[in-house]
């Protein structure tokens, strides 16, 4: 069964860069039909995606955050993360990675996900 | 970027009932290209519902997804104990921009 579990900081300080990193396990990251994105949730608020990668490392990012979103990958380590610099309290969230369907025209919808992790901006 | 309004926000309602959720995109979502997932407190989001009708694997038949255009609906057919929760729609029909609608909470009346 297809694993994925975030890990990094739960706590980084406003104008800092968060890091985390998504784990994926029982399944390899260089399928061909999947994506591998980052969602956040801010604390009793909606869902918003953040971006996905490819294994190749193409890569699509939300408009209104790819100023400052870095996401990567490591095959190798069948690994993706996600850098988000320049943060504020509005960026306190619970962070999830899940596996993004691959469609012809581009990703879709999201059909695994990790169970998250809160990180907290605050000084 | 493609808007998603959902409503009601929160629809109180007691197990054996039905219940119809709404999810309204500001444009056309492209070949019907709509998801709904259910989120349980503390637990990730589950996918429910991809390409507006379609369920995905290990959903009960309960649940069914319809709508096109601009104007998508999901329905409970008849509510049990573990379907209260938040519920969730995304578009994919702009791929470069994913986006969720706002949530609606379905609670024991």
């Not at chain 1, 900081?9 to 039909?33: A, H, Y």
């Not at chain 1, 988000?84 to 369907?101: G, M």
């Not at chain 2, 492209?30 to 390409?51: E, H, T, V």
């Amino acid at each position: 069964q297809l694993q994925l579990q975030e890990s990094g900081p739960g706590l980084v300080k406003p104008s800092e860069t968060l890091s985390l990193t998504c784990t994926v396990s029982g399944g390899s990251i260089s399928s061909s039909s999947y994506y591998w994105g980052w969602i956040r949730q801010p604390p009793g608020k909606g869902l918003e995606w953040i971006g996905s990668i490819y294994y190749s490392g193409s890569t699509y990012y939300n408009p209104s955050l790819k100023s400052r979103v870095t996401i990567s990958v490591d095959t190798s380590k069948n690994q993706f993360s996600l850098k988000l610099s320049s943060v504020t309290a509005a960026d306190t969230a619970v962070y999830s990675c899940a596996r993004v369907v691959l469609l012809w025209f581009g990703t879709a919808y999201f059909d695994f996900w990790g169970q998250g992790t809160l990180v907290t901006v605050s000084s | 970027e493609i808007v998603l309004t959902q409503s009601p926000g929160t629809l109180s309602l007691s197990p054996g009932e039905r219940a119809t959720l709404s999810c309204r995109a500001s444009q056309s979502v492209s070949s019907s290209y709509l998801a709904w997932y259910q989120q349980k407190p503390g637990q990730a989001p589950r996918l429910l519902i991809y390409d507006a009708s379609s369920r995905a694997t290990g959903i009960p038949d309960r649940f069914s997804g319809s709508g096109s255009g601009t104007d998508f609906t999901l329905t409970i057919s008849r509510l049990e104990p573990e379907d209260f929760a938040v519920y969730y729609c995304q578009q994919y029909g702009s791929s470069l921009a994913l986006t969720f609608g706002g949530g609606t909470k379905v609670e024991i009346k």
